[in-house]
């Protein structure tokens, strides 16, 4: 047994945020358990990455290197993971929950007879015994928690949400970095992936904008936008949409806000009609005031709102657009 | 589809061959998809006594979103290749009016794997029960929604994969048949996108938003009526295994934020709004 190891993901050349907070994950799973935390890079020139995440306090440090592993496959990094976690048989195994990871780690969980649990936003162990760690994850799109446990035997597989634990409570240390060679044939390799491109043109950059009016599927229709563009026009804010508008095509696809649109940080956030699912949430949650209006008092837009209005946005949106015209004038 | 008759047109039986080449007995795809009922997006949500999942007495039932993205595509292709779109789903009898769902908007027929709720499962457990159905089937092409929208744990489709050894894309929004498969368009984060190549049989999961969902024809409706539809019991499938993973119990989110709720009539609350944001947050 091996104590915890957590998958950092090397992305171009770098390490994004949220590998940090898997990091910060596993150091929250080794305070409960007692095992020690250590860390598995796959890819096939990972040095430099590698040696930004020995600087930190964690036991190992390990290159699983391969030129099979330059580019993400689903079937190379579950063949070269499962053949390291094979032989170092980990208690805990902790990824970021990114559109990688959602590709491969319930395959190769399931490879080893385990399932993930994936999108984890808490670990606690209260209520418990033996400290045994409970792993909260958001169900019926935010507006309800689930608790999971891990029954015993092989390691537990876990993924954690952008932004659920702190990257910079990271402790710094120094750890010895190695390399393990998986053997991968390329023929065991059966998708192609061409390099990554953008969609239609970025038009809006809603990333520098001071002010942002955000429109969900409340809205009905649109034939209903006006209105909530004009709110918009008269705070002098950009509009933003959550998913389900830019899929209906009522917006264009630059304005959806979310973890598979552009990720904000206005001063201030207007949230309309938008019920506030994770997938939305991790875009905007770095706004500086967020205000929700919707119909749904108990919609998990609230619990990232500083201040709410429960109401029918077809008669508080305009309200509001009179209001803020009258503030200005 | 009227072909050209006249007989001394070398043009025509060029088009002939071509026809025969591409025609729809090489073309054609068998595709399975895999669906499952969830509560309706509004409903009212209660824990149950047990306070391990919610009350499901008075729910309101809806095919999962991505799921009518999954049988959308499904759809298109056997239109465009021709074929048969098989759909499946587990779960108790009241599955059985979102597989009527499916067959109305134009599915050929469903297998509906019977279990009392899929409650006593973790994802694996639910994988192989649709990975029993599937084999038997020996399908093309293996499609389902990227996530459920109520356990949203966006697993099945790609231990699915795992469990029949076929190649898998996750996240799709596009699938285009070539000579030696299939090339898809992945969704990455912030915008991005990818192509991939892999051969058939596949599974992909597929996301909202890359097709316009179809609605049921009335005559679809009718016609759903004296499709198949074949009910397997999950023991028949696979032997009851324990699960891995366990869902403990549930709870309604508890308020991160201390959101202040304005009250009073729209024109009140949005005085008060304004007021706040100018005075206490200063963004105004």
């Known amino acids: 047994m091996s104590g915890i190891w957590v998958v950092v993901e090397e992305r171009e050349g770098g390490i994004g945020r949220i590998s940090w907070e898997a990091v910060a994950a596993g150091q929250k799973l080794a305070t409960l358990t007692g095992l020690a935390v250590n860390a598995v890079i796959p890819g096939a020139q990972s040095e430099a990455?590698?040696?930004?995440?020995?600087?930190?306090?964690?036991?190992?440090?390990?290159?699983?290197?391969?030129?099979?592993?330059?580019?993400?496959?689903?079937?190379?990094?579950?063949?070269?993971?499962?053949?390291?976690?094979?032989?170092?048989?980990?208690?805990?195994?902790?990824?970021?929950?990114?559109?990688?990871?959602?590709?491969?780690?319930?395959?190769?969980?399931?490879?080893?007879?385990?399932?993930?649990?994936?999108?984890?936003?808490?670990?606690?162990?209260?209520?418990?015994?033996?400290?045994?760690?409970?792993?909260?994850?958001?169900?019926?799109?935010?507006?309800?928690?689930?608790?999971?446990?891990?029954?015993?035997g092989g390691p537990c597989f876990v993924s954690v949400q952008a932004g659920a634990f702190r990257a910079d409570a990271?402790?710094?240390?120094?750890?010895?970095?190695?390399?393990?060679?998986?053997?991968?044939?390329?023929?065991?390799?059966?998708?192609?992936?061409?390099?990554?491109?953008?969609g239609s043109a970025q038009t809006v950059d809603l990333g520098s904008a001071q002010m942002i009016v955000s429109v969900g599927r409340g809205i009905k229709d649109a034939a209903n936008l006006?209105?909530?563009?004009?709110?918009?026009?008269?705070?002098?804010?950009?509009?933003?949409?959550?998913?389900?508008?830019?899929?209906?095509?009522?917006?264009?696809?630059?304005?959806?806000?979310?973890?598979?649109?552009?990720?904000?940080?206005?001063?201030?956030?207007?949230?309309?009609g938008i019920s506030g699912a994770i997938q939305h949430l991790v875009g905007m949650k770095g706004s500086q005031c967020v205000v929700a209006i919707n119909k749904d008092q108990n919609a998990p837009i609230f619990e990232a709102a500083d201040y709410g209005i429960a109401g029918d946005l077809f008669e508080v949106v305009p309200a509001l657009t009179e209001a803020v015209k009258a503030a200005r004038q | 589809m009227l072909v050209s008759v006249e007989p001394f047109d070398t043009k025509g039986s060029e088009k002939n061959n071509t026809t025969r080449i591409g025609s729809p007995e090489i073309d054609r795809m068998k595709i399975i998809v895999a669906i499952k009922q969830?509560?309706?997006?509004?409903?009212?949500?209660?824990?149950?006594?047990?306070?391990?999942?919610?009350?499901?007495?008075?729910?309101?039932?809806?095919?999962?979103?991505?799921?009518?993205?999954?049988?959308?595509?499904?759809?298109?292709?056997?239109?465009?290749?021709?074929?048969?779109?098989?759909?499946?789903?587990?779960?108790?009898?009241?599955?059985?009016?979102?597989?009527?769902?499916?067959?109305?908007?134009?599915?050929?027929?469903?297998?509906?794997?019977?279990c009392a709720g899929l409650g006593n499962f973790d994802a694996l457990g639910v994988a192989r029960l649709l990975a029993a159905a599937v084999k038997p089937e020996n399908p093309d092409l293996v499609l389902t929604g990227l996530q459920s929208d109520d356990l949203g744990q966006g697993q099945t489709g790609v231990i699915l994969a795992e469990l029949l050894g076929l190649p898998h894309a996750s996240l799709i929004l596009h699938v285009e048949?070539?000579?030696?498969?299939l090339t898809v368009k992945r969704e990455l984060e912030e915008g991005w996108f990818q192509?991939?190549?892999?051969?058939?049989?596949?599974?992909?999961?597929?996301?909202?938003?890359?097709?316009?969902?179809?609605?049921?024809?009335?005559?679809?409706?009718?016609?759903?009526?004296?499709?198949?539809?074949?009910?397997?019991?999950?023991?028949?499938?696979?032997?009851?295994?324990?699960?891995?993973?366990?869902?403990?119990?549930?709870?309604?989110?508890?308020?991160?934020?201390?959101?202040?709720?304005?009250?009073?009539?729209?024109?009140?609350?949005?005085?008060?709004?304004?007021?706040?944001?100018?005075?206490?947050?200063?963004?105004?």
């Open chain 1, 226 to 272: 006006p209105l909530v563009q004009e709110l918009a026009t008269a705070l002098g804010a950009e509009l933003g949409a959550s998913r389900p508008i830019c899929d209906n095509g009522w917006l264009t696809m630059d304005r959806q806000i979310g973890s598979s649109g552009q990720t904000v940080s206005p001063k201030l956030y207007l949230a309309v």
């Open chain 2, 195 to 284: 192509s991939v190549e892999l051969p058939t049989p596949a599974v992909l999961t597929i996301q909202s938003g890359g097709n316009k969902l179809r609605y049921a024809t009335l005559m679809g409706i009718k016609r759903a009526k004296t499709k198949e539809v074949r009910t397997i019991a999950a023991a028949e499938l696979a032997p009851g295994s324990a699960p891995v993973v366990v869902l403990e119990g549930v709870s309604l989110p508890t308020k991160q934020k201390s959101t202040q709720m304005l009250p009073g009539t729209p024109k009140e609350a949005a005085a008060a709004l304004v007021e706040k944001l100018k005075s206490e947050a200063r963004v105004l």
């Open chain 2, 38 to 114: 969830v509560p309706e997006r509004d409903a009212q949500i209660r824990i149950d006594a047990a306070g391990k999942w919610i009350e499901e007495s008075d729910i309101q039932w809806a095919l999962n979103e991505s799921d009518a993205y999954a049988l959308e595509e499904a759809l298109q292709l056997k239109e465009k290749h021709g074929g048969e779109v098989v759909v499946l789903s587990a779960g108790p009898e009241r599955v059985g009016s979102t597989i009527r769902e499916a067959l109305a908007k134009g599915a050929d027929r469903a297998i509906q794997i019977d």
């Open chain 1, 49 to 152: 990455v590698a040696a930004e995440v020995a600087v930190r306090a964690l036991g190992k440090v390990v290159r699983i290197e391969h030129p099979l592993l330059a580019a993400y496959t689903a079937d190379g990094f579950t063949l070269a993971l499962q053949q390291f976690f094979e032989a170092e048989k980990p208690e805990y195994v902790v990824f970021p929950h990114t559109y990688q990871v959602r590709d491969y780690a319930p395959a190769l969980a399931a490879r080893l007879g385990q399932v993930l649990i994936g999108d984890v936003v808490a670990i606690g162990s209260e209520g418990t015994a033996g400290n045994t760690p409970v792993f909260t994850r958001q169900l019926m799109q935010g507006r309800l928690n689930g608790f999971y446990r891990h029954t015993e």
């Open chain 1, 170 to 198: 990271i402790e710094t240390g120094s750890a010895e970095v190695t390399v393990f060679s998986p053997a991968i044939e390329p023929a065991q390799i059966r998708t192609r992936p061409s390099e990554r491109f953008r």
């Open chain 2, 177 to 181: 048949k070539t000579e030696i498969g």
